[in-house]
């Protein structure tokens, strides 16, 4: 069974760090792309960041790289956001999503195959 699962949101103040990770089952990674999305309250998602996983070539939603890193590890069949200095602008819902890459990667932020359930991100004092 084909299972992305996302972990490691929270609540955290601003300023704070989180990092979220993307757990990978039933399915290896090595011919995905895989991005992070957000989508806040009211708001539509947006493209948070995205990896290629098997060169690592990274990409960055508008304003993202400054504070966000994504990464992965080949071992471990998942990738991880490192996110800095948050700010409340960041609460959302997390999501990771996996791209088949058989006709290649095209546009980043569509046509993904496969979703996580989310994991909820609050930055809050």
């Known amino acids: 069974q084909v299972q992305l699962v996302e972990s490691g949101g929270g609540l955290v103040q601003p300023g704070g760090s989180l990092r979220l990770s993307c757990a990978a089952s039933g399915f290896t990674l090595d011919s995905y792309a895989i991005g992070w999305f957000r989508q806040a309250p009211g708001k539509e998602r947006e493209g948070v960041s995205c990896?290629?996983?098997?060169?690592?070539?990274?990409y960055y939603g508008d304003s993202m790289e400054d504070r966000f890193t994504i990464s992965r590890d080949s071992a471990k069949n998942m990738v991880y956001l490192q996110m800095n200095s948050l700010k409340p602008e960041d609460t959302a819902v997390y999501y990771c999503a996996a791209k088949d890459l058989e006709y290649g990667l095209g546009y980043v932020w569509d046509k993904y195959d496969y979703w996580g359930q989310g994991a909820q991100v609050t930055v809050s004092s």
């Open positions: 990896i290629v996983f098997n060169d690592g070539i990274t």
